[in-house]
C-alpha cells in the first residue's frame, strides 16, 4: 500500500507528484507518458510564470524532463474505478489489476464530449467506460460504441470479438478498424433509452440511409480519455460536471482530494498547478 494515489497526469496531477516526493510520501500516477493531449496542442502559452510563448510541445518535454530527472514514472494503466473502502482506497484498473493505497489525488480533467441524454442514469445497466471489464458481458449480442480518440481503436476490435453486431459512433476522423460486424455511423447521438435495462440509442434523426433513428441495443460504451470523477468514485459530491472541493482541495469523502480542471473553472495551467500543490500538502497533513 502506498501513501496516496494520483489519477492523471497533466499538470496539477504532476505538482501533486513533485510535491508528494518533496514530503517524502510514496504515491503512483496514473496517466499517459505524454502526459497531456490538451498542452501538447496547445500552440502558445503566454500566461504561465516564468515561460513566454512556449509552445505547448515545449511545455510537455519540460515536464518529461523534469519527471525523468525525479525518476517519477508515470503508469499509463486505464484506472477503471477508485473505490473507498474503510481503511484506504483500492483503484481498479481495466486490466484488472488493483493497487492500494491510503489517500487519492483526482487530478483527472474534464470531459472534453458532453454527456448524452440518459447516460449517467444507465451506468451499470447497459452503459459502460470499461471494454476489457465487460465486453465479455456483451457476447453475441449488439452494442453501440462511441469512441472519441483513435487511441482507443484497439477496445473496439477487443469488443467486436465478443459482439455479434457493433455501432461505431467515432467522434475523431480516419477511422482504421474493420470488421465485418461493424458498422460506422457518424452522428452523434442524442439519448439513450430503456426501462430496467439500455434499450435503445436514439438519434435526432436517421443518421444515414438503412439506419434508423433509433437502433435497438443491448449496451452502449463510450469510451473516452477521460472519464467524469463522480463515474469514477462513485458517491462523490460533484456540480456541474465539476468536483466539490473545500480550500484544502478536499472532498466529501475522507482522504480523497482532488485538482485540476476537474474541480472548475478557470481551465489554466497555474490554477492547477498549485491546486495539485495544495492536495498534496493536505495529503501529508491527512496522512499524519
Known amino acids: 500500500m502506498v501513501d496516496c494515489i494520483i489519477v492523471g497526469s497533466g499538470v496539477a496531477g504532476i505538482s501533486a507528484a513533485l510535491t508528494l516526493q518533496a514530503n517524502r ?16 496542442k496547445a500552440e502558445k502559452i503566454h500566461n ?28 499509463e494503466e486505464k484506472v477503471a474505478g477508485v473505490y473507498a473502502l474503510k481503511e484506504g482506497f483500492t483503484l481498479l484498473t481495466q486490466g484488472g489489476e488493483q493497487y492500494q493505497s491510503r489517500a487519492v489525488i ?18 451499470g445497466r447497459g452503459v459502460s467506460y470499461c471494454a476489457t471489464c465487460d465486453g465479455f458481458l456483451y457476447k453475441d449480442k449488439t452494442i453501440a460504441v462511441v469512441c472519441t480518440t483513435k487511441r482507443l481503436e484497439h477496445e473496439i476490435g ?30 452523434m447521438p442524442a439519448k439513450i433509452e430503456g426501462n430496467l435495462r439500455v434499450e435503445n440509442l436514439a438519434f435526432a434523426s436517421a443518421p ?30 460533484t456540480e456541474n460536471g465539476h468536483v466539490i472541493v473545500g480550500r484544502d482541495m478536499s472532498t ?37
Open 25 to 40: 510520501k510514496t504515491f503512483l500516477i496514473f496517466g499517459s507518458k505524454s502526459l497531456s493531449e490538451k498542452i501538447e
Open 48 to 75: 504561465y510564470p516564468g515561460l513566454s510563448d512556449v509552445s505547448g510541445k515545449e511545455f510537455i518535454a519540460a515536464l518529461q524532463t523534469q519527471l525523468s530527472d525525479a525518476k517519477i514514472e508515470v503508469n
Open 106 to 123: 483526482l487530478a483527472c480533467g474534464v470531459e472534453s464530449v458532453k454527456q448524452i441524454e440518459g447516460e449517467e442514469s444507465f451506468v
Open 158 to 187: 477487443y469488443l467486436a470479438d465478443f459482439a455479434e453486431k457493433v455501432y461505431l459512433i467515432p467522434m475523431y476522423k480516419n477511422v482504421e478498424i474493420e470488421r465485418e460486424n461493424i458498422t460506422v455511423i457518424r452522428k
Open 208 to 237: 444515414a440511409e438503412n439506419i434508423p433513428e433509433k437502433l435497438p441495443v443491448n449496451g452502449v460504451f463510450m469510451l473516452r480519455e477521460s472519464v467524469s470523477p463522480a463515474i469514477l468514485m462513485g458517491g462523490l459530491q
Open 252 to 288: 466529501n469523502i475522507t482522504g480523497c482530494f482532488a485538482a485540476g480542471d476537474c474541480t472548475g473553472r478557470p481551465y489554466q495551467y497555474a490554477k492547477a498547478v498549485g491546486e495539485g500543490n495544495v492536495a498534496a500538502h493536505s495529503v501529508s497533513e491527512f496522512l499524519k
